[in-house]
């Protein structure tokens, strides 16, 4: 925390620390090999997506680990070590995020006939071409700061009477 680094839970078992990281959107999680409960390795198949994983042990354990995509640090070690692993992690995290944020999301068969049906409608009341309709509808959804789905929603709702 002294570093600028937000803690948002510490935990003394893998339940509590799932329990947590299911609450969040994503981070880093800082663990030790062994809980009361779990091993890192079970910790790690449970832990969301979102999340990056930093192992923090003794040389053998990490060394000799049964866990992939974990970041790890061997005992002892020194707190600029820590906190240059982080600011690594956390750079690394941050650009997969920003990453995950820049693809489109994948709409559902529904919301894809959904905005069919809008510029369908549009084409047939306004003459329209289908990328004049498509683009109606886009510039709409930003004017008003509604998805596309939204917006081909209020045109047929709008439309249809």
């Not at 959107?25 to 091993?39: S, V």
């Not at 820049?102 to 329209?128: C, D, F, G, S, V």
């Not at 789905?149 to 709702?157: D, K, R």
Request: with cysteine.
């Amino acid at each position: 925390m002294k570093s600028g680094y937000q803690v948002d839970a510490v935990c003394t078992t893998g339940g509590q620390a799932l329990q947590n990281v299911n609450a969040l959107d994503g981070g880093i999680l800082i663990c030790g090999y062994r809980f009361a409960d779990m091993m890192c390795s079970e910790l790690q198949a449970y832990l969301p997506a979102n999340f990056e994983m930093l192992l923090v042990g003794s040389q053998s354990n990490t060394m000799n680990r049964d866990v992939s995509d974990v970041v790890c640090l061997s005992m002892p070690l020194k707190v600029h070590e820590l906190l240059q692993t982080v600011e690594m992690m956390a750079y690394t995290y941050e650009k997969k995020r920003k990453k995950r944020r820049a693809q489109p999301k994948e709409r559902t068969e529904e919301e894809k006939k959904l905005i069919l049906n809008a510029k369908k409608l549009l084409m047939e009341r306004n003459q329209m071409s289908e990328e004049e309709a498509h683009r109606y509808i886009q510039k709409s959804s930003m004017d008003t700061g509604t998805s596309i789905v939204e917006t081909a929603q209020m045109v047929l709702s709008l439309m249809s009477v």
